[in-house]
């Protein structure tokens, strides 16, 4: 898997900060993007996650090229919708070399690799074999395995990467999903440090886990020693 | 595959027309229920379609029961983001039972068919046999080809359906995605006739083929014979 | 104000449970919508709401007629990207009769009052005699106060509904907003008891409040007691 | 009105012909960016654009700073769901000054205009007094005519430019939104020339005029000379 942020919004927490503050102000944007410093912008930003204001944080988009992920974490990853997907087609391109993901459940143990190596192996056979018989590779395709690598280019704005990561960085997720975030996050933070910090599970924000069963790192509501009640 | 309309919202065109007339006019929504026929209803759908006056159409939602397409045609289907997908999952479910899309473009032959079939048996097993080794499902799944079926409930309103179908209903998409779209179309028109209607490809409102070379149901724009100018 | 429910995904709540089930299951959406009883469905409905697993719940949309809200609350509900929408236009429709809302800061004091009502009448009969002295309507209209009535017509699934519901029953939202989601939160419940239930502030979620100030309800998290730290 | 493109992702043209060279090829995106050219880019885009393969336009945001428009216009600009607003708010800001939109229909009429001048004044003294009498902002600003100027900080990617300024730049549009657009295309094509370009009225993509009746730039369909019809 490699992960590579490509384009982005300039001074994205910057240009975040300055959206946020005309709504409680007379000035235009303009104005407010000449006179905040980087260390306003940041407590600004700060301010705006932990009050749950995540409007303005759509104005700043990251867009990453995402290479060698299989198609069960394409699949996952494109049911967020709140993003802009260009993927590399199996019906147009037919795939000349074998690329595919390996599971770490799988890759400790010789035998079952080996196992699991040649099924694959003997699937990309099975399909080049229908495409030199005069089947399309659309058709062909279809016995391609889960595993195999696809390329994406994904552009996120900053609200919706935050909401994604805390469900992808969450311990339920599926191995493959959160390793993709972890470097989604450590793409992010070089540009902008507060908003990759923030990239995390979603007990950070509730202060609890919502999940049936907790991972250990924050406890469930019901394992919580006073939960808060309404007045 | 079977597509079955499972629930949609009452009267979906008498509700469009009825929502569409307020726009222009002081009565409230619940008035103009009472008043429109089904027959002025009609003609006034036809009129915000043919005008490209598509929001009111978003006030019909209409649920549908999916089942056994392939993988292949799933992925296809959920990149369209403005709608709701519940779909099976196979991190949760270790499938037990094989079920598998066999392309027309296969299905003729015998020897052939043979081969993939023998080759989705062949990774079917391997996913078997590494969850007997202790691999969990959702890792074992590394190995399933694309070809099996799976199960989804989509929600879409009737702008998105005229907008998905306009793409899925070109002769440009794949044979399995173009029969989905027929039986949501066949489904549709059951209870909404004017929107299942029009559940057609995009060239019936361009009326002009937009894509490189036409399927020959509208030329395209260089083959039109007085393409209009502006003024 | 009025607000009508007045179409929805029929079972709203069986549907959505329904829908749920079969991320998990192997059989499909309409054998769960058979087995499924109200009972199991609405406690199946609180275990999603509760771990946050919110998507099953776009299946089931709700349309409302929204009579008699002012332009200042109309212009905050449609911020609500999430949702169909469709408003009587001041374009195209010409008022004849006056009506506006009042707030509850006003409506107390005879005199402020008096005054009030006077500065909207006042605009109006401006409104009507640029129209006579041959303005047309779309930029006569440019004159009237905010405080006029419209009508809108919203349809929105129990999802958004529930997000949208955790920011506008907050008591930091403005009272006229408040009052429209009160009456949603009433209309959605006698169709859908549960959903209508989960419709309120986003402090239940949280368990805290996360404003900078806390209207009472919950305490904010530097005034919560122990507040949960990740281990 | 001042509209300023403040923000915008970095070689937007050649960053949405990369990513939309991965569906057909099995280079990353990271290789198209070194290897096409400037003139490459604007002929895919235009390939693109013409065979309505319009996904990969996402990929590139642009942030404008929208000054000193009323507020008739906001509410019609953020109808459009599929972008991002952050806007000045009546409810926190208590306007000072008054600055306000007049429509071309009645600046070249003196009396006129001298009405209209003294019901907006009129309207924003009373919205003064009753602040002075201890009413908040918030509901005093219920007086405030749609004329008053607001500021918006608006970001789209350049899909959904095109497509909102197929319907903004529409002669049956309204003359401020229609402005508005055009100064947005002026921004645009500063740094975009293509995207710039495509700002157009829906009938260039149609080759007809869909509304009820034509503006005179093309023809509606039933004054077409050959309507195509399907073969």
Redo the contacts between chains.
């Keep these: 898997m ?1 992960v ?1 942020l ?6 994205p927490e910057l ?1 975040i900060a300055a ?2 503050r ?5 000035s ?3 104005e407010h ?1 000449e006179k905040l410093t980087a260390q306003k912008a940041d407590r600004l930003l700060a ?1 705006l996650i ?3 204001h995540m ?2 944080l ?2 700043a ?1 990251f ?1 990453f ?1 995402i ?1 060698g992920i ?3 974490t394409s ?1 996952q990853l ?2 967020h ?2 993003a ?10 037919s ?3 074998l690329g ?4 770490p ?2 890759k400790g ?1 010789p035998q ?1 690799q080996a ?2 190596q040649q ?2 192996r ?2 990309f056979e ?1 399909y080049l ?2 495409q030199e ?1 005069g ?2 590779a ?2 062909a ?7 195999l690598e696809t ?3 994904m ?1 996120m ?1 900053a609200r919706e990467l935050i909401a994604a990561a805390a469900l992808r960085l969450c311990l339920k997720a ?1 191995w493959e999903i959160i390793q993709l975030f972890e470097n989604i996050k450590a793409e992010t933070r070089k540009v902008a440090p507060r908003i990759g910090e923030e990239l995390r599970p ?7 886990c ?3 069963q907790s991972c ?4 469930t ?1 019901k394992d ?5 009640k ?2």
């Design positions: 490699r590579t490509i384009r982005y919004t300039p001074d240009t959206a946020a005309i709504s409680a102000s007379p235009p944007v303009t993007l301010q932990s009050a749950g409007s303005p759509e104005h988009s867009t090229s290479e299989s198609r069960v699949h494109v049911r919708r709140l802009s997907y260009t993927q590399q087609s199996q019906r147009f391109v795939l000349k070399n595919f993901v390996t599971p459940s799988i143990k079952l196992q699991y099924a694959i003997s699937a099975q074999k229908l018989a089947i399309p659309e058709d395709r279809y016995l391609l395995p889960s595993a390329h994406i280019v552009t704005n599926q979603k007990c950070y924000k509730l202060g609890y919502d999940e049936p250990g790192l924050f406890p509501l919580t020693p006073k939960p808060p309404p007045h």
